[in-house]
């Protein structure tokens, strides 16, 4: 049996579910760990800050954070084939089996 969340939701009104939990959170996709790790980094170095930060008002830790993961994208970020080049490709694989077995005959 595969793990369930509730799901709090208050915006635009309270609305409360129940949902299967993501695979990714036990099996986090190559971007997913990346980003982690940085995150990591950024967090380790902004140990022991004390203090807000002037210029947004959060934590001094939480805005080294902030400032440090602005724009960041993980270079092996997962992109979704559009639908029309995964059909292809499985055609291509398909008739690329077909001349294969009549090659072998």
Same mark, same amino acid.
């Given at each position: 049996m595969s793990d369930i969340?509730?799901?709090? /939701?208050?915006s635009p009104r309270l609305k409360v579910y129940v949902r299967k939990t993501p695979s990714t959170v036990t099996h986090p996709k190559d971007?997913?760990?990346?980003?982690?790790l940085k995150f990591a980094e950024i967090a380790s170095k902004a140990r022991?800050?004390?203090?807000?930060?002037p210029e947004t008002g959060l934590p001094r830790?939480?805005?080294?954070?902030m400032r440090e993961m602005k724009g960041y994208r993980?270079?092996?970020r997962y992109v979704r084939k559009p639908k029309w080049l /995964?059909?292809?490709e499985v055609m291509v694989?398909?008739?690329r089996r077909a001349v294969a077995e009549e090659l072998v005959k």
């Open positions: 969340q509730i799901v709090v /939701r208050r971007g997913q760990i990346e980003t982690r022991g800050m004390k203090g807000l930060d830790a939480a805005a080294l954070v993980a270079k092996n /995964r059909d292809m694989e398909v008739l």
